[in-house]
């Protein structure tokens, strides 16, 4: 018997499957069986799946964690080009102080703030877009992770599959991980990432659409 400290993470893939298609008898009893129970009950068959393993080393889930990274560097690499146009642009406010009216300065420093404020919005935006993103692609593999584990199970007529991080004690024979991982290697070798774009940023649009529809619709009086 393996022991293993049960892991407390919220599950990424539901792993309770009970397969209705076992009502019947389930022929040669197998070493993952239990005796039959009272009540003509067709006997627990059990297996263990580690999810986070196949999240982790299945060749699909590699490489969306590879192009996940690089969309990152190269959202990073935009927004530190960016906080360097804002440092030279507060550098360039500074010098001014003593050349600007006090209104100028303030009004000069409520622009400067207003980019400070956008940049972060932008930064959130594209956080969340790759957050969005990653969380899609991992949901198209673990589509096809429930798929394998379905077939197995059919195939060993469990009844009860538990993801390995839940349980405390448990036999390395009920474990398939291993098999899923091959299958699931075989079934999705490759995954490609649907980058979600940024939210863009709407700060100025609702302010500025108000404003065009009341210049617009005074020009028509105007004429007559």
Do not use: W
């Not at 146009?85 to 050349?99: I, K, T, V, W």
């Not at 400070?116 to 198209?140: G, H, M, T, Y």
């Not at 060993?156 to 991980?177: G, H, I, M, P, Y």
């Not at 700060?203 to 005074?218: E, K, L, M, R």
């Amino acid at each position: 018997m393996l022991v293993r400290r049960a892991g407390f993470a919220p599950l990424t893939l539901i792993l309770l499957i009970f397969l209705a298609a076992v009502g019947g008898g389930l022929g040669v009893a197998r070493a993952q069986q239990t005796p039959p129970a009272p009540g003509g009950q067709p006997p627990l068959t059990i297996m263990v799946v580690d999810v986070q393993a196949l999240l982790q080393n299945s060749k699909s889930a590699k490489m969306v964690r590879q192009q996940i990274e690089q969309k990152r560097a190269e959202y990073a690499k935009e927004i530190s080009h960016q906080e360097e146009g804002l440092r030279q642009e507060r550098d360039a406010l500074q010098r001014q102080q003593a050349s600007l009216s006090a209104d100028a300065l303030n009004q000069k420093g409520r622009e400067f703030q207003q980019k400070v404020n956008d940049l972060d919005r932008n930064v959130q935006s594209k956080r969340q877009a790759l957050e969005r993103s990653n969380a899609e692609a991992l949901e198209k593999i673990q589509e096809v992770m429930l798929k394998i584990i379905t077939d197995i199970a059919k195939d060993r007529k469990a009844n009860l599959v538990f993801q390995r991080s839940e349980l405390v004690l448990f036999d390395q024979n009920f474990d398939v991980t291993d098999e899923v991982l091959r299958k699931l290697d075989e079934q999705l070798p490759t995954l490609t990432v649907n980058f979600v774009a940024p939210v863009a940023n709407n700060t100025t649009p609702p302010a500025a659409q108000p404003a065009a529809a009341t210049t617009a619709q005074p020009a028509p009086k105007k004429k007559k």
